[in-house]
């Protein structure tokens, strides 16, 4: 028995000694206490472990070679170490010590669009797209939790944050805004920045505005190695995602290869008659040459996906709130009239120079090309198809009979009643009539009647960016930087299908008889084919110019940060149809020049190793898209009158509490913008005699020196109930309204002969609430985190104060007067107040909670690594919520807006939350 002990011993001793181990514990560089749930990571095999309580860490069974040991947590510096495995024994790293610095945090920018959100959602089932990988609370709740709903942090747009790929800037010149399109499905590339800062946090690499800077370097040295294979199963814009993904990282001979490709697919998404086919490639190739790395990254992602319409809450009572009145069967076949067609492939060449320890300079040359389609259904000469025209749908019909009597004969009611069961069940009524159409154009048998045109959008944009980082001494570094940004961009309507016609004539339907109605009059042929150019062509030239520099001081518990800039913006248009009504639609405009500068201001104060004060300050201006320069730029070359560039200003002081069990913010913000452009489009029914006798006009109704407020306060908690259960709480408390009351402009054919404007006055909006998202948002989570590697969480949202987007034409003078400039008779009694009140009030959605749950397990199947998650939002399937809406520009006047029916037939637009949404995604790494 004494001997089979000691065999026992000594087999287990082999065993013990023959394992490979790497261990380790982390510490608070401050006050050197453990660091607990930190993140270790081998980036070669892509193996994790999080520290315990005593921040100690350990890998089991690693084969020999050489490691990148990486350990990060949000907050705190990152560490990194590169560890050569030789033989089988145990490596002690022993302390390592992090230092704490939330301008180095991993923060991600989560400002999107409604469509954008619909458009491309992302890898791990969170509606943002653009989420990096952050441990921040507040910004994983608004991404993660509300982001679905269409939360927008500090009130902000899309277009109040910049995203650079290799320093280049992938803000679009026509909008200003990101179109993550360009890079959907390439998750596994886009996904960790190599800086990203939120609001106006200091940043290295750029500028940055408003809502923040997302920097990302595309190079396989900073990717992770190795090879991964995704799919994915979720009831959203699209229904399956495969994706593939391999990374050699820095090789022994220099050279790193990255390559990545996905495919997105929906025969149907969650909406009927939407379909999804999207595919995405990226190529990754760098070279080491001493201190110098070249790499070459070429992506791109072609789509193709039908998209759906906002609706009346007619329409929704009707067919529910999944309608969609974009499609109609075509042979058996649902056919959508509205499908965006994207391919902008992006190419570009860096350089990275490691000129010594202390400087280090990068550079990028960039090149984007591409096309941008949009389709949509045009006549000539026949009525409007849209089930949801307003001549289609039951309360016109409704209206017409009852404007000028009390009540409806049998007949009318039993033919209403038949109309609203045609509608409700006949999707002849509901959905477009292809046949129809087609009939309609054989019967013609020459120009179409109805035919397909796209919207086409063509940028060649050329980019340089150049960034020098310089350690002038222990607390001091430098950065400088240049970038330019060159864009020609053609903007044109194209024929896209006849529909059985053989041509379609290029003039305006709605010209009267003392114009031509030629929409190129240097252009004697009128029958455009497939193909061809029709309605409207033209470029706009936009170049844009800055340096910046940022000067970054630490020493003690201060950290110092002041950054700024110039700019130079240079725009023109350059028509190429000369309109019939505008003498000015031909050739190239004058040139738009803007001017800008901004200075920014960081300051972190270390009270003591857990309690931070922060504050950031900022002012810059910001010149204007070309669409706001140019408000009916498909026909005129006529800018905006007195178009100035935009005065931002922003302030915001935070309390950051930092335990190894509690992590805490506490942030106060205020921004103020000023002489920002807002535009719009649509038709509008100005008074000639009554609310009943008027002119319809097409219109680009633009606001001009718009003041902006949004202030508020955001509050985050996160703690641990034990080693395996955390709790998290998080509030956005603001209020964002209209400041001031700008003046507003009509841009219309109508208008051709005075320059294409005509100035309306002051539009009444100071106070109203800025739309778009909710400006209150709460949120209460639990996590488990087993130590066997899997999760659950569950997390309730409450939504607040959200608003719909008022059409300002109803906040003029016009709107409350007749031609002659007396009141309408309503507004001359004792309870006009009241009555106007009644009419202007802006719609307040209301308020709702939601249900969030996310799970996962992670196996390691010997070398290998699996994973599954799932992510359900909107549990209790609440189909309440509207997400946004708008009031419709065509109500011009008070007694066309103050009658019920009228009021009904063009009533506001809203879109809804679809209910109960899944992401479920499985993962193979190896």
Known sequence: MRYCILIMFFLWSLISFAQTKITGTVHTSAEEKPLYNAKVTLQETGEEVITDRIGYFQFMNISPGIYTLQISMEGYARYQEKIKIQAERIYELGDIYLTFNPQNSDLGIITLSSEELDAEENTSGAPATLLSATKDVFLQTAAYDW???????????????????????????????????????????????????????????????????????????????????????????????????????????????????????????????????????????????????????????????????????????????????????????????????????????????????????????????????????????????????????????????????????????????SQLHSWRNDENWSQINWENLYRANLNLNSYAAYYLANDVNKDDAFGLYSHLRSQLNENTTLNIGFQLKNTHSHNFREVDDLLGASYALNLDDFSDNSFSGKYNENDQNLQKKEGEIIEYNYKINHHYYEIFSGLNYKKSAWNVNLMGKMAYTTMLRNGLFKHYAHGNSFGKSKDLNFTDFGGKLNILYRINGNHYLRLNGAFFTKAPSASAAFPLGRYSNTFQPDIRAAEMTSLDFSYLLR?????????????????????????????????????????????????????????????????????????????????????????????????????????????????????????????????????????????????????????????????????????????????????????????????????????????YYMGISLSINNLLNNKNFKTSGFEQLRLGNYEAAANENYSKVFGNKYWYNQGLNYFLNVFLRF
């Open 147 to 417: 982001g679905a709903f269409w939360f927008r942090p500090r009130g902000l747009n899309n277009e109040n944050s910049s995203v650079l790929l290799n320093g280049i800037s992938m803000n679009k010149i026509s909008h200003g805004r990101v179109d993550y399109g360009n890079w959907g499905g390439l998750n596994d590339i886009i996904r960790y920045p190599e800086e990203s800062a939120f609001g106006i946090n200091s940043t290295d690499h750029a500028f940055g505005d408003l809502g923040g800077l997302t920097y990302y370097e595309t190079r396989p040295s900073k990717l992770r190695t190795g090879t991964g294979l995704s799919y994915s199963l979720t009831n959203r814009s699209y229904r399956q995602r495969l994706m593939l993904t391999h990374n050699t990282g820095l090789m022994k001979n220099g050279w790193g290869v990255a390559a990545s490709a996905s495919r997105r697919w929906a025969n149907e998404g969650r909406i009927p008659g939407t379909f999804y086919d999207a595919w995405a490639y990226f190529l990754g190739i760098e070279k080491k040459l001493k201190n110098h790395f070249l790499n070459l990254s070429i992506l791109g992602a072609p789509y193709r996906r039908a998209g759906n319409n906002p609706n009346t809450n007619e329409a929704y009572n009707l067919k529910g709130i999944n309608y969609n009145a974009y499609w109609g069967y075509q042979n058996g076949v649902k056919r959508s009239e509205r499908v965006k067609d994207n391919f902008e492939p992006i190419f570009q060449l860096s350089h990275h120079w490691n000129i010594n320890l202390k400087n280090q300079l990068k550079t990028t040359l960039s090149y984007q090309t591409g096309y941008n389609k949009y389709s949509r259904l045009n006549w000539y000469k026949a009525n409007n198809p849209s089930p949801i025209y307003y001549r289609n749908l039951p309360s016109y019909f409704y209206y017409l009979n009852t404007r000028n009597k009390e009540n409806l004969t049998d007949d009318e009611k039993q033919k209403y009643d």
């Open 659 to 863: 335990t190894p069990d509690f992590k805490g913010n506490l942030t106060a913000f205020y921004t103020i913008s000023n002489n920002e452009t807002q535009t719009s489009f649509g038709y509008i029914q100005l008074v000639q005699d009554n609310a009943f006798s008027n002119k319809n006009l097409f219109i680009a109704e633009v606001l001009n020196g718009v003041q902006k407020e949004y202030k508020g306060i955001e509050l985050s908690l996160e703690g641990k109930i034990s080693k395996t259960l955390a709790a998290t709480a998080v509030a956005s408390i603001g209020e964002y309204i209209y400041k001031n009351n700008p003046n507003l402009y009509y841009f219309s054919d109508d208008y051709a002969s005075s320059d294409g404007y005509k100035l309306i006055g002051k539009t009444y909006l100071k106070n109203y609430k800025l739309p778009g998202t909710p400006q209150q948002a709460y949120h209460l989570g639990l996590q488990y985190r087993s130590p066997k590697y899997w999760w659950v969480g569950l997390s309730a949202n409450y939504f607040k104060n959200q608003y719909i987007n008022i059409s300002p034409s109803r906040r003029t003078d016009n709107f409350t007067h007749l031609p002659n400039g007396k009141l309408y008779k309503d507004l001359q009694s004792e309870n006009a107040e009241a009555l106007l009140r009644k009419v202007l009030k802006q719609e307040k959605f209301s308020n709702e909670m939601m249900l969030n749950l996310n799970a996962g397990k992670t196996f390691r199947l010997g070398q």
